[in-house]
C-alpha cells in the first residue's frame, strides 16, 4: 500500500523534514510526495537517495508527484535504529555529533536581503528541532542574541533544543 504526502504550499525546510518524517513512520513502505516547486522536488529527491531509497518524479498539471519506492527487503539491517548501539546518542536519544557547537553571530542567514536572510534563519533554527543530528551548544552574539529576546519568533525552538540537551548560550 503506497502512502500519499501532500507538500504542496509548504516552504523549504518542510517537504524534506515531512518526508523524513514518512519513511521513519512507515519504514520500507511505498510512498508518494506531491510538491508544487522545482526546489521541493529536488531536495525531497536528493534526501530520499541519500537514505538509500529510490524515486522518481513526474510533473503533472504543475505539480510534481515523487514516488519513493518500497525499500528493499534483503537490504542489511546493520546500522538500523536499535539494532546497534549508537556512541553519538545523547541520552534523551538525539545524536550530538560529538558536541559540535554552533556560533551564531547574526539574526539573518547570507548577504542580500535582510527579509530573506531572517526567514533563512528562522528556517534553519526549526530545522535543527526537527533534526536527529544536534548540536552540543548553541552560541548566540552580536545581532544574533535577537534570536533569544521575547519577540523571537524562534524563541520557542530554542527552548525545544534547550530541552532536548543542547546548551544555548547568549553572549
Request: hydrophobic share 35%.
Amino acid at each position: 500500500m503506497e502512502k500519499e504526502l501532500d507538500c504542496r504550499g509548504l516552504n523549504c525546510p518542510e517537504p524534506v523534514l515531512n518526508t523524513k518524517k514518512a519513511l521513519s513512520e512507515s519504514p520500507g513502505a511505498e510512498l508518494q510526495v506531491i510538491v508544487d516547486n522545482q526546489t521541493a522536488r529536488e531536495n525531497v529527491l536528493r534526501f530520499v537517495q541519500s537514505q538509500g531509497r529510490q524515486a522518481d518524479a513526474i510533473e503533472k498539471e504543475g505539480l510534481y508527484i515523487i514516488k519513493v519506492s518500497a525499500e528493499d527487503e534483503d537490504k542489511s539491517e546493520v546500522g538500523k535504529e536499535g539494532l546497534v548501539p549508537d556512541p553519538l546518542r545523547s541520552a534523551k536519544g538525539a545524536k550530538t555529533l560529538d558536541n559540535p557547537v554552533l556560533f551564531i553571530s547574526t539574526n539573518e542567514l547570507g548577504k542580500g536581503s535582510s527579509e530573506l536572510g531572517y526567514m533563512l534563519m528562522r528556517n534553519f533554527i526549526y530545522t535543527l528541532t526537527q533534526s536527529d543530528n544536534l548540536p552540543g551548544a548553541i552560541v548566540l552574539m552580536n545581532s544574533g542574541v535577537k534570536l533569544s529576546t521575547a519577540e523571537s519568533p524562534v524563541l520557542e525552538e530554542l527552548n525545544l533544543l534547550e530541552e532536548s540537551g543542547v546548551q544555548v548560550l547568549v553572549c
